[in-house]
């Protein structure tokens, strides 16, 4: 399998706090993307982070990169209870555009 | 905002029956992806599809699967004989380029009765 864990699976916390979750994989990659899940619905990207790349924001998102670990974190700040759902990491390898999901973190977010 | 449209949402089929789960994906894109996702499992790549022909595929796109683009608009997957475990969401994507960002429908719940 390209892809490794996710962790943690589940991530329970308030409304206000921070929540991060981390994927490792363990090919090389092109880009690592982050996706989210309402449940039972379509997945909805949230932002791609190249393999050149350590570190990039989008909104309340942080997400890092570092590619000797061959791992990356995904940093939700100031959650909210809309924030509730799960998050998938997906990698895409230089030898074709298929994304390679891991299990993914459910996140709930209490008000 | 443009997005990718699945048809049907739900399916429900006997085994061994034949189904088409069909997609329009976002007019402007040129890669083509279906996954799907067991229920509680992860979303996995089932086939990734350019310029009219197949690109790449996993080991679960066996004989019993199929893609195929047949006008300029729509993007199908048939499977031919469903068996019980091909009960699973299936979500077709698109993308504007090879490994980018990727838009997913909302998926078409298919069981196998």
């Known amino acids: 399998s390209q892809q490794g864990e996710e962790d943690p699976q589940a991530l329970s916390i308030q409304e206000g706090e921070n929540a991060t979750m981390n994927c490792s994989y363990k090919t090389s990659i092109n880009n690592l993307q982050w996706y989210r899940q309402n449940s039972g619905r379509g997945l909805v990207h949230l932002i791609l982070i190249r393999s050149n790349e350590r570190e990039k924001h989008s909104g309340r998102l942080r997400v890092t990169l570092d590619t000797s670990k061959k791992s990356s974190s995904l940093l939700i700040t100031a959650s909210r209870a809309a924030d509730t759902a799960s998050y998938f990491c997906?990698?895409?390898?230089?030898?074709?555009?298929?994304?390679?999901f891991g299990q993914g973190t459910e996140l709930s977010v209490k008000p | 905002e443009p997005e990718v449209t699945q048809t049907p949402s739900h399916q429900v089929t006997q085994m061994g029956q034949e189904v088409i789960l069909r997609c329009v994906p976002i007019s402007n894109h040129l890669y083509f992806y279906w996954y799907r996702q067991i229920l509680g499992q992860k979303v996995e790549f089932l086939v990734s599809?350019?310029?009219?022909?197949?690109?790449?595929k996993s080991e679960i796109f066996d004989d019993q699967f199929s893609v195929e683009r047949p006008d300029g608009s729509n993007f199908t997957l048939k499977i031919r004989s469903t068996k019980l475990e091909d009960s699973a969401m299936y979500f077709c994507?698109?993308?504007?380029?090879?490994?980018?960002?990727?838009?997913f429908g909302q998926g078409t719940r298919l069981t196998v009765v």
């Open positions: 997906a990698t895409v390898t230089n030898q074709g555009g298929k994304l390679i």
């Open positions: 994507a698109s993308s504007e380029q090879m490994g980018t960002e990727a838009f």
């Open positions: 599809f350019y310029n009219n022909e197949i690109s790449e």
